[in-house]
């Protein structure tokens, strides 16, 4: 994952407790954490679930032994949390966040593994603008947040942060087979709805 | 010769990892004469680009300078207390994460 030029410089701010350093370094990663905490456990709880994150980083900076990138140390924080979060709000409201369909990909394949309908390439097929359209956007946010746990923690983890595969191992205790599978089932998930709300319009 | 099922597939491991020449080259046999996943390999990196949805970035501005005023400000009132052992048990797990 790209991190910033100067992160031993920072890290050494960071552990002699230097509030610019500190402001500094929220102002480098908390956005991504912020992202990241919404994905993982909702909107409404990711400001919380950051500021959270940083008393816990400015508490424990010391004990970080540099053994991962600055950046990935944060992610991985703010995902457990945002897990445990979810988990509890969960527990207390079954109603909310239905688990979208597991899709089985032999939906989209026929026996001989080809595909049963045609894919469109998007940035040539979907009326102008639509990818950008906040319409789209939402309904995207409302099945990332509706996929199974550990398939939405892992594209979040890959795509939006650049962990590797031995990052996501070990955030979400899962063999790299695991991992190729989540990601791969995720993103077919996500694909087809795409492609369905570029058809219908509707989410 | 792929099909189409093990051609998705191996397009989205490219996506995480670097694969094999071999296979990239069975891959892009595929691909080159596949419309199908040739759409599907760029339609990926659209989903990609909304999962990261930057133009929440904007967004996030002012509230990132005042979460960095805040802990900055915290920061400077704890400078004088070195005693860091009154951290909880989400702490002690959020330091195991240091990997």
Same mark, same amino acid.
């Given at each position: 994952?790209?991190?910033?030029?100067?992160?031993?410089?920072?890290?050494?701010?960071?552990?002699?407790?230097?509030?610019?350093?500190?402001?500094?370094?929220?102002?480098?990663?908390?956005?991504?954490? =912020?992202?990241?905490?919404?994905?993982?456990?909702?909107?409404?709880?990711?400001?919380?679930?950051?500021?959270?994150?940083?008393?816990?980083?400015?508490?424990?900076?010391?004990?970080?032994? #540099?053994?991962?990138?600055? #950046?990935?140390?944060?992610?991985?924080?703010?995902?457990?949390?945002?897990?445990?979060?979810?988990?509890?709000?969960?527990?207390?409201?079954? =109603? =909310?966040?239905?688990?979208?369909?597991?899709?089985?990909?032999?939906?989209?394949?026929?026996?001989?593994?080809?595909?049963?309908?045609?894919?469109?390439?998007?940035?040539?097929?979907?009326?102008?603008?639509?990818?950008?359209?906040?319409?789209?956007?939402?309904?995207?946010?409302?099945?990332?947040?509706?996929?199974?746990?550990?398939?939405?923690?892992?594209?979040?983890?890959?795509?939006?942060?650049?962990?590797?595969?031995?990052?996501?191992?070990?955030?979400?205790?899962?063999?790299?087979?695991?991992?190729?599978?989540?990601?791969?089932?995720?993103?077919?998930?996500?694909?087809?709805?795409?492609? #369905?709300?570029?058809?219908?319009?509707?989410? | 010769?792929?099909?189409? +099922?093990?051609?998705?597939?191996? /397009?989205?491991?490219?996506?995480?990892?670097? /694969? +094999?020449?071999?296979?990239? /080259?069975?891959?892009?046999? !595929?691909?080159?004469?596949?419309?199908?996943?040739?759409?599907?390999? +760029?339609?990926?990196?659209?989903?990609?680009?909304?999962?990261?949805?930057?133009?929440?970035?904007?967004?996030?501005?002012?509230?990132?300078?005042? /979460?960095?005023?805040?802990?900055?400000?915290?920061?400077?009132?704890?400078?004088?207390?070195?005693?860091?052992?009154?951290?909880?048990?989400?702490?002690?797990?959020?330091?195991?994460?240091? !990997?």
């Amino acid at each position: 994952m790209s991190e910033t030029q100067s992160e031993p410089d920072l890290l050494e701010g960071l552990r002699a407790g230097d509030p610019e350093a500190f402001r500094k370094a929220v102002k480098t990663y908390a956005p991504r954490m =912020r992202r990241t905490a919404s994905a993982i456990a909702g909107e409404d709880a990711a400001d919380d679930i950051v500021q959270e994150c940083w008393i816990s980083v400015v508490r424990n900076i010391k004990g970080f032994e #540099g053994r991962s990138a600055l #950046g990935t140390w944060l992610i991985s924080i703010v995902a457990n949390r945002a897990r445990s979060h979810l988990r509890k709000t969960n527990r207390q409201d079954k =109603r =909310r966040r239905e688990p979208i369909r597991e899709e089985s990909l032999d939906d989209l394949f026929d026996q001989r593994g080809y595909w049963k309908t045609p894919v469109s390439d998007w940035g040539s097929a979907m009326p102008e603008g639509l990818l950008e359209s906040e319409e789209l956007r939402n309904c995207f946010r409302i099945h990332l947040e509706r996929l199974p746990e550990q398939q939405r923690e892992a594209l979040v983890l890959r795509e939006m942060n650049g962990f590797s595969y031995d990052d996501i191992c070990e955030a979400l205790d899962v063999s790299p087979a695991n991992a190729r599978v989540l990601l791969h089932r995720a993103r077919t998930v996500l694909f087809r709805m795409v492609d #369905g709300f570029r058809e219908t319009g509707e989410c | 010769m792929l099909n189409c +099922r093990q051609a998705s597939e191996l /397009l989205s491991r490219s996506r995480d990892e670097e /694969l +094999r020449w071999t296979t990239r /080259l069975r891959l892009r046999a !595929h691909v080159v004469f596949c419309r199908c996943c040739s759409s599907l390999e +760029r339609n990926f990196d659209t989903l990609g680009g909304l999962i990261q949805d930057k133009s929440a970035d904007e967004a996030d501005e002012q509230w990132t300078e005042d /979460l960095a005023e805040k802990i900055s400000r915290q920061i400077s009132q704890q400078s004088s207390e070195k005693d860091q052992s009154d951290s909880g048990d989400q702490d002690e797990a959020d330091n195991k994460k240091d !990997h």
